[in-house]
């Protein structure tokens, strides 16, 4: 099994160094695929430990990305302060549906997600900064949807917090990295409340803490840190646009295994 979660961590490693795509994009819909035929994982948890060995994962992944874009002075960590309690909360909150949800329902819910993001992908419309004031409590109101949201579906939220940020007067450059430490947060509080949800709820399956499936984690890991600027440096020498477009195809495809497959 072990070959078959690194095989996931290059993958998924090289896309994101590529695309800039969130790494629980490619690794929920192919973990949740190895965990089916996997018979020490119950069917009715195996999306909550696809998304939240996703999230631990993404702690690793996120913190090398973060520490890039803090090098070129790419963070607005007063943004970060204001959306830190609502993200924080939100997770909690995300943790918590996502273990009382059916896992059924919970595929379907990603599924549904992973198409916008296909579509997203392969439309390629790019969003544009706009000239918007929000109060403070829109932002914290915003700011817990978001974490519930990406905690929910094993993702750093870049999708949705990017938007955001250019909304709120960022330049692309800031909102990439803002969205990053915020993605960060996100992953360390609902890491935690999967753990947690897990093991309260007695969910003792081997090599795993709560909803955290460690093997899977130790492979995608090491995989995905590794190869992940192999990705950089080949989005400087491949037409990107064109991968984008079959990127978007690969997930809607990947897409139509977690939905109509049981």
């Known amino acids: 099994m072990l070959t078959i979660y690194l095989m996931i961590g290059i ?3 090289i896309l994101s160094g590529l695309f800039g ?13 190895v965990f089916r035929h996997d018979a020490t994982i119950p ?8 998304v939240g060995t996703s999230l631990a994962i993404m702690i690793f992944t996120a913190t090398s990305a973060l520490y890039a874009h803090q090098k070129r002075k790419g963070v607005r960590w007063q943004v970060v302060k204001v959306m830190l309690p609502g993200l924080m909360l939100g997770s909690v909150g995300g943790a918590i549906i996502a273990h009382y949800l059916p896992s059924s329902w919970l595929r ?3 599924g549904l997600f992973l198409v916008f993001i296909g579509l997203q992908m392969i439309i390629n419309k790019q969003p544009k900064p706009q000239d918007k004031n929000h109060s403070l409590l829109f932002l914290r109101l915003s700011s817990f949807f978001i974490g ?9 939220g870049g999708s949705l917090l990017v938007p955001f940020f250019l909304s709120h007067q960022l330049d692309m450059r800031e909102a990439t990295g803002t969205s990053i430490a915020c993605g ?3 992953g360390v509080v609902a890491t935690i409340s999967f753990m947690a949800a897990g093991y309260f709820a007695g969910s003792h399956i081997p090599d795993s803490t709560g909803y955290i499936y460690w093997p899977a984690f130790v492979g995608v890991v090491i995989a995905s840190v590794l190869l992940a600027p192999l990705g950089a440096i080949l989005a400087h020498k491949l037409p990107k646009e064109f991968l ?19």
Do not use: Y
């Open 11 to 13: 993958v998924a490693g």
């Open 21 to 33: 795509v969130g790494g629980g994009v490619i690794v929920i819909p192919a973990l949740s695929h």
């Open 43 to 50: 069917s009715a948890s195996i999306m909550q430990m696809a």
């Open 108 to 110: 379907i819910i990603f």
């Open 148 to 156: 519930t949201l990406s905690s929910l579906l094993g993702v750093g």
């Open 184 to 186: 960060l947060a996100v």
């Open 244 to 262: 984008k477009k079959i990127l978007g195809w690969f997930l809607l495809i990947m897409d139509c295994d977690m939905l109509f497959f049981k």
